[in-house]
């Protein structure tokens, strides 16, 4: 028996994988980063064997890094970016070879025609996922009724994991059951595909795959798979869960009131609930964990720290040059050379964090990003920071939403995904969020949690709470600092009301008008 892990996060902008012992330590890992394709406004889509390749390399280079025998290497785990799917045919072959990502919103000229049918707070209630058009149901349901040809040749909806786990060599094609659960097709009670939503939607159901459970054993690596991802013949495949699911396992999010905060390309609050009230909760997602039967709420933010890789392509692109020069992150550079430049508050500079629309508890595709408060005396230092800051404050309106949903959670918020790598980003977010956070010796929870279930599939380690038992440790705490607080207090209320006053003039719409339709 193996004394290794890997796990696998195939990301919106990246897949990562990382080699692990049982003891959490990461032994080798590889990352390979990827650009979304717009070939209309409002489509956002990746070419699915692209997808599928980038992560062979990205685990090649994980295995290499690692130096250990991949004989020792027991089993591989999944997280998957969710509700961003393809549609398979007959060979099981990608349709038009591309997955409507997540950020896609081209569903939203249906919406109006979906919620006839079968109303968004029933959607909700049924599937335990707002009825918002970034979910698979609505781009599926976009599909059927746009793509009729597309729709005849499809054999089976799929998301992220059951085509990957089927490249990388699973026995079936088969969709995860915690990962499905954010599709918005499946029924949270039965923890299965919901016939009522179907056959208002006019879905035929024979086109959902089997489902199979997180932790199960799907596969084991064949000899080409094997060739490509320097992993041995026989390594087992084990299903895993979506990646917000299992960045909160990997920031031990296992019990009542436990709470993550992820800022990556996705962002979110996670809050672990055993028995949520899915009508009380409606806005929120709350899908299934990894431990079936068992839920998490969560309040999810589109946009992310998308904004900031936006703000390092488009704003920074000499420091991105620095970085390579000196062979460190370029977010790391940013961070050094700009946000201790500026103030808490960035000198009056308000980034609004919405480059793809904003979710919870707003939902609003048409909101937009912008900066506030531009004045001549302002530096790149102070747009840098009020990017991060921005991205923060967006996070603290949903945590205000989950807190008045009657949602109740610990007072430390543990925070995953790249912001935690950033000491000035940590403190930040204390400050804004007004608590105590703290941080993980592995960032990356998701490719953790990944690993965590091949450890189980791999009968390396008995179950979730002995993974987090002996693979999660936590790092640095931040406290809030009381000057700081008081001035984001008055930030976040220019932040809400920024939002606002826009909305309720229609701008967001007026502006929509005004971008190119082709």
């Known amino acids: 028996m193996g004394k290794y892990v890997v796990g ?36 956002v889509e990746v070419g699915a064997q692209f997808l599928l390749d980038i992560t062979f390399e990205a685990v090649k280079d994980a295995v290499a890094d690692s130096k250990v025998p991949n004989t020792e290497i027991d089993a591989i785990g999944f997280s998957v970016n969710r509700s961003s799917f393809c549609l ?84 079936k094609f088969a969709v995860e059951i915690s990962d499905g659960t954010v599709s918005g097709l499946m029924d949270v009670r039965t923890l299965d595909w919901n016939k009522e939503l179907a056959d208002a939607l006019g879905f035929d159901m ?27 013949v026989g390594t087992k495949i084990v299903a895993g869960s979506g990646d917000q699911q299992l960045a909160a396992m990997g920031a031990g999010v296992i019990r009542d009131g436990a709470v993550s905060l992820t800022i990556g390309t996705f962002g979110l609050l996670a809050i672990g609930l055993a028995k949520p009230d899915f009508t009380a909760l409606e806005g929120l997602m709350i899908p299934c964990s990894p431990v079936l039967g068992v839920f998490e709420v969560e309040g999810p933010q589109t946009s992310g720290a998308t904004c ?137 929870a998701a490719v953790l949690g990944a690993a965590g279930l091949a450890s189980i599939g791999a009968g390396l380690l008995k179950d979730v709470g002995e993974v987090v038992g002996s693979m999660v440790r936590f790092g640095k705490v931040y406290s809030p600092i009381p000057a700081n607080v008081a001035v984001y207090n008055k930030v976040a209320e220019v932040y809400k009301a920024a939002y606002d006053g826009l909305k309720n003039a229609d701008v967001f719409t007026k502006l929509a008008d005004l971008r190119p339709k082709v």
């Open 8 to 43: 696998i996060d195939v990301g919106t902008t990246g897949s990562k994988a990382m080699v692990f012992d049982l003891k959490g330590n990461v032994i080798g890992k590889g990352y390979r980063e990827y650009k979304l394709s717009e070939p209309k406004p409002n489509w």
């Open 88 to 171: 398979v045919d007959e060979n099981l072959k990608a349709i038009d070879d591309k997955f409507y990502v997540w950020l896609d919103s081209r569903a939203e000229s249906v919406m109006a025609e979906m919620n006839g049918k079968i109303s968004a707070a029933r959607r909700n209630e049924i599937t335990g996922m707002p009825g918002f058009n970034i979910f698979a149901a609505a781009k599926y349901y976009w599909v059927k009724q746009n793509e009729s040809e597309t729709y005849k040749k499809t054999k089976y909806f799929s998301t992220v994991d059951s085509y990957v786990m089927y490249g990388f060599g699973a026995d």
């Open 206 to 232: 024979a086109k959902f795959p089997p489902l199979c459970k997180p932790g199960e054993v799907v596969g084991t690596v064949k000899a080409e798979v094997a060739a490509k991802t320097g992993l041995a």
């Open 308 to 444: 900031y890789r936006w703000l390092r392509d488009t704003l920074c692109a000499e420091d991105v040059a620095e970085a390579e020069k000196k062979g460190v992150d370029p977010y790391v550079l940013m961070s050094e050379k700009y946000v201790s430049k500026s103030e808490p508050g960035s000198n009056g500079v308000i980034f609004y964090s919405a480059l793809f629309g904003s979710g919870y508890p707003t939902w609003d595709t048409n909101a937009t990003g912008m900066f506030l408060g531009l004045r001549n005396t302002h530096t790149k230092a102070d747009m840098v920071r009020s990017v991060m800051e921005g991205i923060t404050l967006e996070a603290r309106r949903i945590l205000e939403g989950v807190l008045a949903a009657g949602v109740q959670m610990d007072d430390v918020i543990t925070v995953t995904g790249g912001a935690s790598k950033s000491p000035e980003w940590c403190q930040i977010i204390a400050d804004i969020m007004n608590r105590n956070i703290r941080t993980l010796d592995v960032a990356d």
